[in-house]
């Protein structure tokens, strides 16, 4: 079978994700519209649901035999070793509070590989964007991360988890990691803070248990923009841990995070 050509996959994705984030702009209503999940603070809407009912849609009318993981059910291992990762609205609490920090992030693996990502934030008209081996870009703009070395004068990115015990752990590593780095920031939207690095709007981004919706496309759009991404000890990123940044710092960020035992989940 020949491969498929990532620059036709990230074509589908990027009319996939503008379609899909313009409707849930349409379908916004505020705090009133959503359920809970894994727990009381972890939300879901009406529209995340759409969303991705379109995603799928979309993705079986024109590659009906490839896989599918969407965060909010969809799942399929389909037969040409072609995987759409799909995350319906990435930052579902801002969406909801109508805080304009939320995006579509939809990855493309072949073969257990990402080869095609796209980012898309409706409420600014940012569009993401990488193929493996091309490059990343917002807007058709290439991306670069910051050229940052001194992790003290590092603006670094993090999230939390839905889950107390969870967040509480998190919360127990910044008292030493803040007074390490220029100043942290909390975006609420993994796929959007993996962005933040590649467009050097953040030196720095870490955080533990993201899902593999969160992380395949932000990712790719990341390492693409020349930041370096991996988890704890040699790992790869992964759920365990997700460390993004400009090369310079990611070895004391790295270091600080082991010895802070900021890899801990009391969930694992």
């Not at 849609?57 to 799909?86: F, K, Q, Y």
């Not at 703009?141 to 004068?153: F, I, N």
């Not at 923009?225 to 790992?235: E, N, Q, S, T, Y």
């Not at 759920?239 to 802070?260: K, Q, R, T």
């Amino acid at each position: 079978m020949t491969a498929p050509d990532p620059a036709a996959l990230l074509a589908i994705a990027v009319d996939l994700a503008r379609r899909a984030g313009a409707l849930a702009l349409e379908m916004h209503s505020g705090l009133g519209d959503s359920d809970t999940k894994s727990s009381p603070t972890d939300v879901v809407t009406a529209a995340d649901r759409a969303a991705e009912a379109l995603l799928v849609e979309g993705i079986r009318s024109r590659r009906p035999e490839d896989g599918i993981l969407g965060e909010e059910g969809a799942a399929d291992d389909g037969t040409t070793g072609v995987r759409w990762v799909l995350d319906p609205i990435d930052g579902t609490v801002n969406y909801l509070y109508g805080l304009p920090q939320w995006g579509v992030s939809i990855g493309v693996e072949v073969d257990g590989e990402a080869v095609a990502g796209v980012v898309f934030d409706p409420s600014k008209g940012e569009l993401f964007t990488a193929v493996r081996g091309g490059g990343s870009a917002l807007n058709g703009r290439p991306l670069s991360c910051t050229a940052a070395t001194e992790l003290a004068q590092a603006l670094v990115a993090t999230g939390f988890g839905y889950d107390a015990r969870r967040r509480a752990a998190q919360a127990a590593v910044l008292p030493q990691l803040l007074p390490a780095v220029r100043d942290i920031r909390r975006i609420g939207a993994g796929a959007l803070d993996l962005c933040a690095v590649a467009a050097g709007r953040v030196d720095a981004y870490f955080e533990l248990g993201l899902s593999p919706w969160d992380l395949c496309a932000g990712q790719l759009i990341a390492t693409e923009a020349g930041a370096r991404v991996g988890g704890l000890l040699g790992a790869p990123a992964s759920g365990a841990m997700v460390i993004a940044a400009a090369p310079g710092v990611f070895d004391a960020l790295h270091d600080l995070l082991v010895s802070l035992d900021a890899g801990s989940d009391p969930l694992a």
